[in-house]
């Protein structure tokens, strides 16, 4: 007998907690938005089909690039998925709008947005206008014929996605086994379904009707289904108590330029003679200047090992294996 999957229970935004690390259905969170069942094809067709979007195509092509992905208008999309147009070679019933950050070009669909209390203290916030550009909201609009692949999402951030017109089933599954789980695997296969709960990894399935918000804890694989028509909003999201892990991965990007940087360095000067700069090193007070550089820098990383050893404490020193 193949082995089903597990329905989450639904709460309220008033049980949650971001503490808890768990998915969760929070029933009715967003059920006071304007935007609820407001923005239906006929509504976002009558005002913002003029608004580029990016298509992505999952079933053929779930690896492909966000710069590599085709662009049409949001009309053009909503007319072929409508039915009130024939497909073309840019837009078919496999193209999917996902992931469209409607803040660059459709910023007044914000006014119908709600964001909850218990998520507006939003670290990714900061990370946008103090390190590097990060638009954490986006839109999700498509139809039954697309769904997202199994994934985790980038850089161990929570995801808490608001759907708004039409229903999705979700599926998730913990960060457990990355030997048996990966990028693109179905978790909608009863087959996979059953060999995962074989090897003790229960699949979570909840479903996610208009109004409704359901969150995914940093790591988690989540496969997202359409049925029907719907739009949704989702929301990266990382509060203080998620940022330690979050900072790891993403100063894996952040560095990797100036880690390209040194490595030319040392190529082109790590083993030459160093005679024929001298006039340009005594110009510039390369000396001087590189030293302060490498104590700011030996000084910064003293604070990130204290930072390193408090961690280790804490996970060594958990009787309850937290």
Same mark, same amino acid.
């Given at each position: 007998?193949? *082995? =089903?999957?597990?329905?989450?229970?639904?709460?309220?935004?008033?049980?949650? +907690?971001?503490?808890?690390?768990?998915?969760? $259905?929070?029933?009715?969170?967003?059920?006071?938005?304007?935007?609820?069942?407001?923005?239906?094809?006929?509504?976002?067709?009558?005002?913002? +089909?003029?608004?580029?979007?990016? /298509? +992505?195509?999952?079933?053929?092509?779930?690896?492909?690039?966000?710069?590599?992905?085709? *662009?049409?208008? &949001?009309?053009?999309?909503?007319?072929?998925?409508?039915? &009130?147009? =024939?497909?073309?070679?840019?837009?078919?019933?496999?193209?999917?709008?996902?992931?469209?950050?409607?803040?660059?070009?459709? @910023?007044?669909? &914000?006014?119908?947005?709600?964001?909850?209390?218990?998520?507006?203290?939003?670290? /990714?916030?900061?990370?946008?206008?103090?390190?590097?550009?990060? #638009?954490?909201?986006?839109?999700?609009?498509?139809?039954?014929?697309?769904?997202?692949?199994?994934?985790?999402?980038?850089?161990?951030?929570?995801?808490?996605?608001?759907? $708004?017109?039409?229903?999705?089933?979700?599926?998730?599954?913990?960060?457990?086994?990355? !030997?048996?789980?990966?990028?693109?695997?179905?978790?909608? #296969?009863?087959?996979?379904?059953?060999?995962?709960?074989?090897?003790?990894? !229960?699949?979570?399935?909840?479903?996610?009707?208009?109004?409704?918000?359901?969150?995914?804890?940093?790591?988690?694989?989540?496969?997202?289904?359409?049925?029907?028509?719907?739009?949704?909003? +989702?929301?990266?999201?990382?509060? =203080?108590?998620?940022?330690?892990?979050?900072?790891?991965? /993403?100063?894996?990007?952040?560095?990797? =330029?100036?880690?390209?940087?040194?490595?030319?360095?040392?190529?082109?000067?790590?083993?030459? #003679?160093?005679?024929?700069?001298?006039?340009?090193?005594? @110009?510039?007070?390369?000396?001087?200047?590189?030293?302060?550089?490498? #104590?700011?820098?030996?000084?910064?990383?003293?604070?990130?090992?204290?930072?390193?050893?408090?961690?280790?404490? /804490?996970?060594? @020193?958990?009787?309850?294996?937290?």
């Amino acid at each position: 007998m193949l *082995k =089903p999957t597990i329905q989450l229970e639904p709460a309220s935004l008033a049980q949650f +907690s971001i503490k808890e690390d768990r998915p969760t $259905l929070l029933k009715g969170a967003a059920a006071t938005w304007a935007a609820l069942n407001k923005w239906t094809p006929e509504y976002l067709l009558e005002n913002f +089909s003029d608004r580029v979007v990016s /298509l +992505s195509q999952y079933q053929t092509n779930p690896h492909q690039r966000s710069r590599d992905k085709t *662009k049409v208008t &949001l009309g053009e999309y909503l007319e072929v998925i409508t039915d &009130l147009r =024939p497909e073309t070679p840019f837009v078919n019933h496999e193209s999917y709008v996902a992931g469209w950050h409607f803040l660059k070009n459709a @910023h007044e669909l &914000l006014d119908d947005i709600e964001i909850p209390e218990i998520f507006k203290d939003n670290v /990714l916030n900061r990370v946008d206008s103090e390190v590097i550009n990060y #638009d954490s909201m986006s839109l999700f609009v498509g139809h039954s014929r697309v769904e997202t692949p199994l994934h985790t999402d980038s850089f161990a951030v929570c995801v808490w996605l608001a759907n $708004l017109v039409g229903k999705k089933v979700i599926r998730v599954i913990a960060p457990v086994d990355y !030997d048996n789980i990966h990028n693109g695997l179905d978790a909608f #296969d009863p087959t996979v379904v059953d060999r995962l709960g074989y090897l003790g990894i !229960d699949v979570l399935e909840a479903t996610i009707e208009a109004g409704d918000i359901f969150v995914i804890p940093p790591g988690y694989w989540h496969q997202v289904r359409n049925d029907g028509f719907t739009v949704a909003v +989702s929301v990266n999201y990382i509060s =203080p108590y998620h940022f330690l892990t979050y900072e790891q991965q /993403l100063k894996a990007k952040v560095l990797a =330029p100036y880690l390209r940087l040194l490595k030319i360095k040392r190529e082109l000067v790590g083993a030459k #003679d160093l005679q024929h700069s001298i006039d340009v090193l005594r @110009h510039f007070k390369f000396v001087e200047n590189e030293s302060r550089f490498l #104590d700011y820098m030996e000084r910064e990383f003293h604070e990130e090992r204290k930072i390193l050893e408090r961690a280790t404490q /804490l996970v060594n @020193h958990d009787p309850l294996g937290n």
